[in-house]
């Protein structure tokens, strides 16, 4: 019998290929069919391991959920970017590789992320999401999230509906 070891951690110099390869495999699972293709693989080329490198030794806050040598998926998070809404704080991104998805550690990167958020006193989370991303929409609920906003996100001349789910 092998035991996999869970870890949770800010991401650190030299993880930029793993995070750019776990975010490549999400996006074009969770938005294939929903986004544009040609607007989907330019928002995933052009995130590719420098870019995620350069992210880590900024200020850039992110999680990665990582299981034995492997990153699984990752979180984005720090204030929310629409004041007017009522949580400080938001996760930006929150993203597993496809074959990691379902089995909880999704919750785990988000309980956490929310943890980080109030250690930096930002009151509430927030998080938006495509309206057609239906089994995050269903994450988001079943973690209690309630719908706070509305807006729109254009791809390629194509308006998407987002939705803001709000946690207290
Ligand atoms: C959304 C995401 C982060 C959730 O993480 P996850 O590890 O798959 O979810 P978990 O296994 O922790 O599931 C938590 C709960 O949500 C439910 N859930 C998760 N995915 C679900 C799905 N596709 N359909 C229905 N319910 C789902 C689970 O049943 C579970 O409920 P339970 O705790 O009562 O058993 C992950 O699936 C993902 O990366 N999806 C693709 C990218 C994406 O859409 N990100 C969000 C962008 S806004």
Partial sequence: MSTLLLDI????????????????????????????????DRMVRRRGEEWWERAISRSTVILVAEIDDTIAGYATLGINRIRS????????????????????????????????????RLKGTAVWVLADNEPAIRFYENAGGRAIAEGFEQFDGEKLLKIAYGWD
């Fill in 9 to 40: 951690r800010r991401a650190r110099p030299g993880d930029g290929e793993q995070i750019a390869n776990a975010h490549d495999a999400s996006w074009r699972q969770a938005y294939c069919g929903i986004v544009p293709h040609r607007a989907l």
């Fill in 85 to 120: 809404l009522a949580p400080d704080g938001e996760i930006y991104e929150i993203y597993l590789r496809p074959e990691y998805q379902g089995v909880g550690l999704g919750t785990g990167l988000f309980l956490d992320a929310r943890i980080e958020l109030k250690r930096r």
